[in-house]
Structures are given as C-alpha cells and as structure tokens.
C-alpha cells in the first residue's frame, strides 16, 4: 500500500509543472462542499454525453459501413448542390426541393413515415435523397442506410457463396433496425429495366417481405418507429410495369407512401445525365 501511496505522489507531482493542471488544483481547492458536489455532477454528465456522442458515432458508421451501394459506389450529395435551375421547369424543381426539406424536417421531428420519390431515371431522385441523408447526418442522430435494390438482388441470388450470404444476414438486421431506410430504384431488380410485367424473384419477395413487416414496428404509443424512402422508376399501379405487378400488394402497402404529401413525383422532369 505503501509503494502504492508513493506511486500516486509522484504521478502528481509528475503533473505540477502542468500549467492546465495548476490552474485547475487551484480553482478545485476552493470549493465548498456544495460547489464541489455540482462540479462533479457537471463532469459526469459532460462524460456521459461524451460517452454518448462516441455511441451514436459509431451506430452511424456502422450503418454507413455496410450500405449497398450500386455500381457506381459509394454517393454523397447535399441540398445546395441539387440546383432547380439545371432544369427547364424551374419551378416544379423548386417545389421538389422545398418537399424535400419538409418532409427531411418531418423525419427529424415526428414518428417514422413512407416517403416515396418517383419518376423517370436521370432526373434527381437519388441525387435528392442523399441530400435528405445528408441533412438528416448533421441535423439529427437518425441512423440512415442505403440499399441499391439492384446492387441487393445479387447477393440475395448469390446462394453459392456461404460468406456472402452470412453477411447478407446480418446487412438484413441491420436494415431492419437502422431508423432510416433508403431503398433506392426499388422494381428495377424485377420489371424496372425493360422486363416489363416480371415479378420480382420468389427470394427477393421473401426477403422484402420480411424487411417491410419488421419496419412497421412501433413504440409504445402507437407510433411507428422506422422511416422507409423509396425511390422508384416505376408506377406503383396501373400499367403492366408498375410495382404492384413486380411485388406482393402487402410489400407495397409497408413499404410505399400513398399519401400525396409523402410523394415526391419528378414527372415533367428532364433527364440530366450526361
């Protein structure tokens, strides 16, 4: 104990010529009891939040990690950038836009929702919700994973590779958890790319299927817990490529949004890839 006591005094004494540590043996010296009570309050509760903040840090990268991208790789993009003057009607990108940063504002503050972005390829869907992920990163601590359903498609039909199959198990936990689900070019995997009236493989409805109920979950209010944005090339109904002619009508119900004020519609939007 003694070689112990005598460890701790040269430590100490290690720290005099500190001059942060000087000053703060100072100020800690005069404290009453009570100041002294409060200041070890505020140190617990600045560890806890640190603690905290290394938590939810890690919560996100870990998501983050093991999003699905497409073929193009990982994107980033942010509202700044996704500029309504690239396009020729002005002022429906404006409108977009604005719905956007409503609905973002909505995920944010309220319960879980269906968010649905459609229309023709090139015209900003994808490029407008990572700048939903992106405002969701620095605004709130909403968890976000991406998923190419495209990119999804092969691994779930990749029954050959016992690895990766094990890793699609866990990457499916994940994207039931996670708060914010992009499931982006949902149909393209089945009728979306010229295939027109194709069901989507019995695999994939299984694992959608699976996906969509688990992201229905709710607290203990009633209130739904999950956020799903689908950005789609496809007509929900209607004509013989649209979604429900490619998935079970219950996967639509769980996972579209049919509220008009949860719809981001691109129609009369044009095509901006190069």
């Known amino acids: 104990m003694e070689s112990l006591a005598n460890a701790v005094k040269g430590i100490e004494s290690s720290f005099e010529s500190v001059p942060a540590y000087k000053r ?3 100020k800690l010296s005069g404290l009453n009891d009570e100041e002294m009570k409060t200041y070890i309050k505020m140190r617990e509760a600045k560890a806890d939040q640190e603690a905290y903040q290394q938590l939810k840090a890690s919560e996100h990268k870990k998501f983050e990690t093991w999003s699905i991208w497409g073929g193009g790789g990982r994107q980033k993009f942010d509202f700044d950038h996704w500029d309504p003057q690239q396009q020729e009607n002005v002022s429906k990108a404006e409108e977009l836009k ?11 503050d309220g319960p879980g929702i269906n968010i649905l972005m459609a229309g023709n390829a090139g015209t900003g869907k994808t490029a407008l919700t990572l700048s939903m992920i992106q405002a969701l990163k620095e605004h709130s601590d ?12 092969d691994k779930v039909h990749n029954f050959n590779d016992y690895q990766q199959q094990e890793r ?3 990457a499916k ?15 393209s995997e089945a009728g979306g790319m010229g295939n027109s009236g194709k069901q989507a493989s019995e695999p994939m409805q299984k694992f959608m299927y699976e996906l969509a ?18 950005t789609t090339n496809q007509k929900i109904s209607g004509d013989a490529n649209s979604l429900d002619r490619s998935y079970n ?13 949860n719809q981001l519609i691109f129609g009369g939007m044009e095509d901006l890839r190069e």
Do not use: H, W
Request: hydrophobic share 45%; aromatic share 6%.
């Open 24 to 26: 703060a043996k100072q």
């Open 142 to 153: 909403k968890t976000v994973m991406f998923v190419s359903t495209v990119a999804l498609s």
């Open 173 to 187: 936990e994940l994207m039931k958890k996670v708060d914010v689900l992009v499931l982006d070019d949902f149909g």
């Open 98 to 108: 604005l719905k956007a940063r409503k609905l973002t504002k909505r995920v944010i």
């Open 168 to 170: 699609l198990r866990y």
């Open 249 to 261: 009508p219950k996967i639509i119900s769980r996972l579209i949004a049919k509220k008009e004020s």
């Open 213 to 230: 109920e688990a992201r229905q979950a709710k607290d203990e209010f009633g209130k739904r817990t999950k956020t799903n944005i689908v």
